[in-house]
């Protein structure tokens, strides 16, 4: 069973920072792949950052050179460090686990809203 439980959302003004972490629990939770999706309202769902259990980052273009992903493996915790955040980064931020693509495991979702 694996779990995720995201937190470090809130209320940042355009170009802004916020780090996102989740803490994640389960046996097999370091063999598998950890990304980030955000669903803004009205919007489709769209994988933000990905990472491999090795430690291979991947990235959406929109966020490309403003969002780190990375994991502490020993911890069991992965982040998202966003930075010059833009109105349009607002959404809800799930942290996810699994595979190509790691969708299999979902966290409840936390807030970020980007507004002045």
């Known amino acids: 069973q694996v779990q995720l439980v995201e937190s470090g959302g809130g209320l940042v003004q355009p170009g802004g920072s916020l780090r996102l972490s989740c803490a994640a629990s389960?046996?097999?939770?370091?063999?598998?792949?950890m990304g980030w999706y955000r669903q803004a309202p009205g919007k489709e769902r769209e994988l933000v950052a990905t990472?491999?259990?090795?430690?291979?980052?991947n990235y959406a273009d929109s966020v490309k050179g403003r969002f780190t992903i990375s994991r502490d493996n020993t911890k069991n915790l992965m982040y998202l460090q966003m930075n010059s955040l833009k109105p349009e980064d607002t959404a809800v931020y799930y942290c996810t686990a699994g595979w190509s693509p790691p969708s299999a495991y979902w966290g409840q979702g936390t807030q970020v809203t980007v507004s002045s």
């Open positions: 389960g046996d097999i939770i370091r063999l598998l792949n």
């Open positions: 990472i491999t259990s090795g430690g291979r980052t």
